[in-house]
């Protein structure tokens, strides 16, 4: 506990250096000094750095290169284990990509996919704004924390809880179809239904998620100067005007932001969730193309095809990210990073 | 809580239709600025009913569970499956899970995974936001980069899944830690957190002669207790949640944690094993059993998380913000 290994070198600072000139001091040791005295300097932050650094590389980089068995016909059993088998396995090029384009499993998953996430944009995406609106207009503080604790709630639960709770209130054994069944009328079924699917899982979605999104929103609030609604109120703006032209331009970066990273994250609708309910509505209205991967790859062991259903999946969210930033940029928002 | 002062767009407060002699305490609502206009009746009515309709929505269907879960087998009978309306107290449904077997071996397991887990991840995250929390120090750069890179592209299911294969993972609890260790988000939370301390603490520490480690044990936790609360809530409750590894990763049943057993007893309602005998004999109800269940997994979690309540702002912007 007790090394001191790391002083600022080259010299240590004098306790009398003003900050200006700890900075230059700083950068000349950043910049001067060979990378030998600089890592000798700051090992002790290079070691404490590694342990996380290694397990990204480990599981996250090393299947990275690991997509490369998309590009064969990956047999496990042609090495001494998994691992080395990609080295054994025979080249086919876009062998699997073009098998994938021809299956129609596949385009049912992408338009499930889209589906999904455009029934997620339009009823998911507005109601932490209209709830964050809602929160910020309590005053009584007991009555806010309590609403907000509530309300956040659900996001800590996870999906299997969050399913079954579901299942007790929608599902043919649910309360809903036991208090139907009890005053004489046919019981019902949502969670096996596939015509309602996507619409349960968007209310899945709502139920655990939605409150949580409510902070973001609340802080942005929080930040508008109370100066701003009075002026607006002395220029004869009403309650309703005020929202319009001062709340609602406060919270548009926000907006914008969560929007970008939700357009970026488009093809990802909700893995585990979909994975629970999957066997109850079979896969014609619930496989996405999360689904679709496990199904090809863990579950049929085809590997390379899964994994190749992967790659288009990972390659077409980059480039979703890049160009939701590059429109948020043009319009003028921040995104995710900067220019 | 600084309720009072900003954004009040339309400046109403609901549940306070009818006349409320108790001003004052923290029940009350702090006095409204002179330009704002008296609220309207029907405006107040109508945000707090939305406003209690949103939170119903949320503790109705948790009260039905926990109410059922401590029903006798005749409440629930004469109910026809759930109860809503408590008409007698059991823990029958709780002593008969918790007294070995299935469900008590798959609590210990989660419990255990997600201290355990909970441990590392932190200890590594937070050792690598302290290690990159100081600019210009040697491969700072290289490594943010490194790390940033992963929230553009992920590494896909099947390698990951093929890695942890290779790696002699499976039938491990090690493929429930390991592979979903670090969170890159979490990392770059507690960095942009541990920034924010001021450089004329840690630098007068260092002239004292204190090291990093100590620098960080001393000085940097203890002045980050608010974010480090967020996030070890968000690590726990991503182990405790957690599912999907176990389902590919283990074989054994007996290994499985609580989420799984909960899926099986739960989602696709078979019996306990070990319980079916006392269902069947009919001194306990399927639908307590399988509550009380749900109510395992759901305590820790409804228990931990009010109390960590009023950091999860800071957590969550210092990570929103410059993430």
Known sequence: ?339 | MSAASAGNATGERPGASGPDPRRTGRWAAPPRPVWEEEPRRAGLAGKGLVLTVACLAVLFPLWIVVVTSLSTKRTISEAGGLVVVPRDVTFLAYQELLSGGQVTRATVVSLGVTVAGTLFSMTVSVLCAYGLSRTGSVGHRWFLMLLLATMFFGAGLIPTYLLVQSLGLTDTYLALILPSAVSVFNILVLRAFFMGISRELTDSARIDGAGDWRILWRIVLPLSRAVVAVITLFYAVGYWSAWFNASIYLSDQDMMPLQNVMIQLVQKQEPPVGLGQAIRAGELSAPAVQMAVMVLALVPVAVLSPFVQKHFRKGMLTGAVKG
């Not at chain 1, 929103?217 to 002395?234: I, R, T």
């Not at chain 1, 199904?295 to 480039?319: C, E, H, M, P, T």
């Open chain 1, 1 to 339: 506990m007790a090394q001191s290994t790391t002083q600022i070198a080259p010299a240590p600072p004098d306790p009398g250096v003003s900050e200006a000139d700890r900075r230059t001091l700083e950068r000349a040791a950043n910049g001067g000094g060979t990378f030998r005295t600089r890592f000798r300097r700051d090992r002790t932050l290079v070691l404490m750095t590694l342990p996380a650094v290694l397990l990204v590389l480990v599981f996250t980089y090393v299947p990275i290169l690991g997509n490369v068995v998309a590009f064969q016909e990956y047999d496990p059993y042609v090495g001494d284990n998994g691992f080395v088998a990609v080295f054994h396995s025979p080249w086919v090029g876009l062998e699997q990509f073009s098998r994938l384009f021809e299956d129609p499993a596949f385009w049912d998953a992408v338009r499930n996919t889209l589906v999904l996430f455009t029934l997620q944009l339009l009823l998911f995406f507005p109601v932490p704004i209209l709830l964050a609106l809602l929160v910020n207009s309590v005053l009584r503080p007991r009555v806010r924390a309590l609403s907000q604790a509530i309300l956040y709630l659900p996001h800590f639960f996870s999906w299997v809880l969050v399913v079954t709770v579901f299942q007790q209130i929608f599902g043919g054994a649910g309360i809903i179809a036991q208090t139907l069944r009890r005053h004489g009328h046919e019981g019902f079924d949502l969670m096996t239904d596939p015509g309602v699917f996507k619409f349960l899982v968007t209310a899945e979605g709502v139920w655990k998620d939605a409150g949580w999104g409510v902070i973001v929103f609340l802080a942005a609030l929080a930040s508008v100067s109370p100066d701003l609604y009075e002026a607006a109120a002395m220029d004869g703006a009403g309650r309703w005007r005020r929202m319009w032209h001062v709340t609602l331009p406060a919270l548009r970066p926000v907006i914008a932001l969560l929007l970008v990273l939700r357009v970026g994250d488009a093809l990802t609708v909700g893995f585990e969730q979909i994975l629970l309910q999957r066997d109850a509505v079979g896969p014609g209205a619930a496989e996405v193309l999360d689904t679709y991967v496990w199904w090809n790859g863990v579950r049929n062991q085809d590997f390379s095809y899964a994994a190749a259903a992967g790659l288009i999946k990972g390659v077409v969210g980059l480039g979703l990210v890049l160009a939701a930033n590059k429109v948020a940029h043009l319009m003028g928002e921040q995104g995710v990073y900067k220019k």
